[in-house]
């Protein structure tokens, strides 16, 4: 007897439109937006279940502050009726919220996550989704980043923070993967 494919989540982390602002600096992937547009099609023509992630920042200087337009979804990523919505204060879309809960109530063992900002709340989310048993893949090419200084200040660009970040998911936390990779196996 075979078992049953994981159902899987596809989890859209900060695709807000204040990601944009010019104040993150340069970014690597500028095919992330569509890459995750991709996705999302593909799992709502497929009926899979989404998760629409948005930061709720507790600064009054973020452009996530709740109430202005910079924290509103993007139009293309705007959540559908019945799609699920987390709203979190910290990187990790776990944390205090009811993520973790929601998923086990609908029997979904695995989670497909994209967004941004791939350092930030892409790993922290990744992290704790492994370290919680879910079966977690990081699509590489529907997730970016900003240039960054390293810890000892020296610059580092997008795309070597981006690549040092998937580094610390793959195999631990993660599968890292390609957005064909995943539709061709939808």
């Known amino acids: 007897m075979s078992t049953p494919p994981v159902q ?49 920042s507790r600064s009054p200087d973020s452009v996530f502050w709740p109430g202005q337009p910079d924290a509103e979804f993007q139009d293309r990523f705007v959540p559908r009726d019945g799609e699920y919505v987390v709203e979190k204060n910290v990187p990790d879309a776990f944390i205090h919220t009811g993520l973790e809960r929601w998923l086990r109530v609908q029997d979904i063992r695995g989670v497909v996550i994209v967004g941004v900002i791939t350092n930030n709340s892409v790993e922290a989310t990744a992290r704790t989704s492994g370290n919680l048993g879910f079966d977690t ?43 064909q990779e995943v539709l061709d196996g939808l």
């Open 137 to 179: 893949v990081v699509i590489a090419d529907a997730a970016f980043t900003f240039d960054k200084r390293d810890y000892a200040g020296t610059a580092r660009s997008a795309e070597d923070v981006h690549a040092m970040s998937l580094a610390n998911l793959d195999g631990e936390y993660a599968t890292i993967a390609k957005t």
């Open 8 to 56: 899987r989540a596809l989890v859209i982390i900060d695709m807000q439109r204040g990601i944009n602002d010019p104040k993150f600096g340069r970014r690597n992937n500028p095919e992330a937006e569509g890459n995750i547009a991709r996705l999302l099609a593909a799992w709502r023509n497929a009926g899979a279940p989404v998760v629409h992630v948005r930061h709720v």
